[in-house]
């Protein structure tokens, strides 16, 4: 498979150039860039030196036409809604790492993103990526919209316990926890070196556009409509993502025949790990890796049920996912490519 990556020069991309570059059925042909057209990847990302020799290009639908069965966009947000439109005209399938094409309501992206989506009617044809629950309808689509990082490690914790009845589905509250990398490439005062060194931010809270992400396909699994509260915080490390969630039980519970629910429930996919009773997982146990941890806590003294998640923000939570979505798209394991076992310590 031929695959070009827009947005070159962010994290994004080069992480999904390190996962498409070891990828035994991939070519990487293009890497687009705007703004370092003609400019080597390498000059940009010297790890690559040796690795990937070629210059970025900039966009050019009719050499996207002869050279690409497949396009990652992994843009800023209100950038990849100006394009996909055009690439699906060619054919050509596309998968999308921001949140242009995550939520069903073109009117949201003005609440919460702070712009006026241009592809509105594209909305409702978007496959949202999370590969573990949308895998029958990813393999068959056109355009994927890549989960955001915060909603891959939320979803994942949640989604195989909100229709049991175990839980009130309006009590969950979501501790989210950020590495640096989350927020980009780009020049910013919050994550300057003296602002953010032995510092914890928490940051855009009740307003953080993940949240109508997150409420949207809980609300669609559990038939119900389901209102989360989410505090995001920013912690002074390159990458990962915790969540701690904290959930009302409903009727009594054991550790146990939680895990076991957890564990039935993912069975057939290799990339989530359900740990013991004692055992809570931690962002260095997936650095690097497309995996996804998830232990828990049967609080009986508050009734409460506490779930902890991990993942890797660019692996998981972005490029991996990416890479799994682009996997099922084409029929082969989801695994290929992808079998990094993580990096510790």
């Not at 400019?39 to 690795?51: G, L």
């Not at 998968?95 to 409702?124: M, P």
């Not at 505090?231 to 990962?240: A, E, F, L, N």
């Not at 904290?246 to 990339?271: A, G, R």
Request: glycine content about 8%; charged content about 20%; proline content about 4%.
């Amino acid at each position: 498979m031929r695959v070009a990556i827009i947005g070159g020069s962010g994290y994004g991309a080069v992480e999904l150039a390190r996962l498409l570059e070891q990828h035994p059925s991939v070519e990487l042909s293009q890497i687009i860039s705007h703004s370092q057209a003609g400019v080597a990847f390498s000059e940009i990302y010297p790890q690559m030196v040796t690795i990937i020799d070629q210059a970025m290009v900039d966009f050019n639908l009719e050499k996207l036409l002869n050279d690409i069965d497949l396009v990652c966009l992994a843009t800023p947000s209100d950038v990849s809604h100006k394009l996909v439109p055009k690439i699906l005209e060619l054919k050509i399938k596309c998968i999308d790492l921001s949140g242009d094409f995550r939520l069903n309501h073109a009117e949201l992206y003005q609440d919460w993103y702070g712009f006026k989506t241009s592809a509105g009617e594209y909305l409702h044809q978007a496959v949202y990526g999370l590969s573990e629950i949308y895998q029958d309808q990813i393999a068959n689509a056109q355009l994927v919209a890549n989960p955001g990082c915060f909603p891959t490690a939320i979803l994942l914790a949640l989604i195989p316990i909100i229709k049991t009845g175990i839980i009130a589905l309006h009590s969950m509250i979501i501790d989210g926890k950020t590495g640096v990398s989350g927020a980009g490439r780009g020049l910013s005062l919050n994550v300057h070196f003296s602002e953010m060194n032995e510092n914890l931010k928490a940051y855009q809270l009740g307003k953080h556009k993940h949240i109508p992400e997150i409420e949207q396909i809980l609300s669609e699994k559990s038939n119900d409509s389901v209102k989360v509260s989410f505090t995001p915080h920013i912690v002074p490390m390159t990458r990962g993502i915790m969540t701690t969630i904290y959930t009302d039980l409903k009727h009594d519970v054991t550790q146990e025949e939680v895990e076991e629910l957890y564990e039935q429930f993912y069975q057939e996919h290799p990339f989530i790990r359900i740990r013991k009773k004692g055992q809570v997982p931690s962002t260095k146990e997936v650095y690097g890796s497309n995996y996804c941890d998830i232990g828990f806590h049967v609080d009986k003294r508050m009734k409460k049920l506490i779930i902890v998640s991990v993942i890797d923000n660019l692996v998981k939570g972005a490029a991996g996912q990416a890479v799994q979505n682009l996997n099922l798209i084409a029929g082969w394991e989801q695994e290929t490519g992808l079998k990094n076992i993580p990096i510790y310590p």
